[in-house]
């Protein structure tokens, strides 16, 4: 199926719900016309109408999100593999460790993948070439990549991951994106890696990847294209699910720093080499839409779904969890009403939904992928892991973020906000400097979902350039800004009151809740309940 086929099956059915979409919103009968632009209401009611009504399996999804568009315009593309030396565990050993130090209640399971190279793109932004240009033709990857390093004016690196739920897209969807914030941040280079996707590769493959990737900047493999970087010139970056895995590999990293003693610690094998621990931190982590809570149990996951295309989280409004285990929680126990009851969801926007049946997450189409073998809860981990600090990092109490790096964080008015805020305000209150800007009215990654406006524009160039000005080493100060829809007026935002009267105490409780509530109905349908 050519691509323009694919574009009309799935728009032509479209067409009468655009033209509804249209009038009501030139005639302001629409709650959000106020906020959006035209473009902004087309696009977001096609998309939502797309995931109501997808009957793909999740094989057909990551086919459908790994097709390559190929290699055009503004860009440099090197593909790489990240090698690694044989015989050589301890990285895997490193992180099993982390993973069972760092466990909530003991009772978590993870499946002990196995360690292998890397694959990745270097992306970087072209000069002056059209939107049209094509690659050099006739060179192999070292002499694309010395072009691509004699186009560089910055000697940073950003380690960019990519978003898609955890199992869909990889480098190649985000090649426009990562050679424009590679231009804003002083034309440096991007690595953007291919970790690998869940349901196939759960938790904690693609966290072992990114540390293979962070380590192999660090300490290349003889085999690399790249010379060695330093720390302070690496900025993890990512959208969404990405987002997720730059948090998580930060915790990561801060975990190593609190076990080890600087002085005292041990080596790590990696590449031939004995790196002393602890690791080294970047020198900033940005993110725009991270996913941090995969038990997508905020108040912002209703609240805000009138302006977002997101399906509405796995949560139930009435059931209550049938297990007698305690929550592990001092205010908050299985037998807590859900947290749930009395959010709404505004009555004139048409909504995705899903019916959540753990073991069939994001839709009941079952392939070869999924549901998987043995049976597992969720796609990207076993169910009793929804609360892990490296699964959801919106767990982590503030403790826990003294001595970051300097963070980014850039969300819309969407279903995820509540998350991102009460990290930026966590990471704050500890002495992070932290610099957060929400856009008003904005759906999930609206930066990259809704082209050629201004306030995608401004979304993409805020993230470049503080990406910039931490690959420069400048003095960052904490900041919050809120971007009023349409006019792009910006205000003040005190981070201590990024999510108002909801607090952290209120949160932790809630993830565990839904945590809970997820694992009973799993082992009831196992067990044919």
């Given at each position: 199926m050519t691509d323009f086929s694919a574009a009309a099956r799935l728009l032509l059915p479209r067409v009468p719900l655009m033209l509804k979409t249209g009038v009501s919103h030139v005639l302001s009968l629409s709650e959000e016309s106020s906020k959006w632009d035209l473009k902004t209401a087309l696009l977001i009611a096609t998309v939502r109408s797309i995931m109501a009504q997808s009957t793909s399996s999740v094989t057909q999804q990551q086919r459908f999100s790994l097709r390559d568009p190929g290699v055009k315009g503004p860009m440099w593309v090197v593909p790489t593999t990240l090698g690694l030396d044989d015989n050589e565990d301890d990285i895997r050993q490193l992180l099993f460790r982390a993973v069972e130090d760092m466990n909530e209640t003991g009772l978590e399971r993870y499946e002990k993948c196995i360690l292998k190279p890397v694959e990745a793109e270097w992306q970087a932004h072209r000069k002056g070439v059209s939107q049209t240009a094509q690659p050099p033709p006739n060179v192999n990857n070292e002499q694309m990549f010395a072009k691509m390093c004699d186009d560089l004016e910055s000697d940073g690196t950003i380690l960019y991951f990519h978003g898609g739920a955890h199992y869909l897209m990889d480098p190649s969807s985000h090649r426009p994106l990562a050679a424009r914030l590679c231009e804003i941040a002083g034309c440096c280079r991007a690595l953007s890696i291919r970790y690998r996707l869940s349901p196939q590769n759960p938790f904690p493959a693609a966290i072992l990847d990114s540390l293979v990737a962070y380590l192999s900047l660090l300490y290349p493999h003889t085999s690399s294209l790249h010379q060695a970087s330093d720390a302070s010139k690496i900025v993890f970056a990512g959208d969404s699910a990405g987002g997720?895995?730059?948090?998580?590999?930060?915790?990561?990293?801060?975990?190593?720093?609190?076990?080890?003693?600087?002085?005292?610690?041990?080596?790590?094998?990696?590449?031939?080499r004995d790196i002393p621990l602890p690791l080294p931190l970047p020198a900033g982590v940005a993110t725009n839409a991270a996913w941090s809570d995969f038990t997508r149990s905020s108040p912002s996951n209703f609240t805000n779904a009138h302006y977002d295309y997101l399906p509405l989280p796995a949560v139930s409004l009435t059931a209550t969890p049938a297990s007698s285990a305690p929550i592990t929680s001092a205010t908050a126990s299985v037998s807590t009403p859900s947290p749930w009851s009395g959010y709404k969801v505004s009555s004139s926007t048409v909504l995705p939904q899903r019916n959540h049946r753990p073991g069939q997450s994001l839709n009941p189409y079952p392939c070869d992928a999924w549901p998987a073998t043995p049976p597992r809860a969720e796609l990207y981990c076993e169910g009793e892991s929804l609360c892990h600090p490296l699964v959801s990092p919106l767990i982590v109490p503030a403790e826990h973020w003294r001595g970051a790096c300097p963070l980014f964080f850039e969300c819309g008015e969407e279903e995820l906000a509540d998350e991102v805020r009460a990290l930026a305000r966590r990471a704050a209150s500890v002495g992070v400097p932290v610099r957060w800007i929400g856009f008003e009215a904005m759906p999930h990654c609206f930066a990259m979902m809704i082209q050629g406006t201004e306030t995608s524009a401004k979304g993409i160039r805020e993230?470049?350039?503080?990406?910039?000005?931490?690959?420069?080493?400048?003095?960052?100060?904490?900041?919050?800004?809120?971007?009023?829809?349409?006019?792009?007026?910006?205000?003040?935002?005190?981070l201590e009151k990024l999510t108002g009267e909801l607090t952290d105490e209120e949160i932790f409780a809630r993830m565990r809740w839904e945590r809970q509530r997820r694992c009973d109905v799993f082992r009831a349908l196992v067990n044919g309940e």
């Open positions: 997720n895995i730059s948090m998580a590999l930060l915790q990561l990293l801060l975990h190593l720093r609190r076990k080890f003693d600087p002085q005292k610690g041990p080596t790590l094998r990696f590449n031939g993230w470049g350039e503080w990406i910039g000005k931490a690959l420069e080493g400048r003095k960052l100060d904490s900041t919050g800004t809120w971007v009023r829809a349409k006019t792009l007026t910006e205000e003040s935002a005190e």
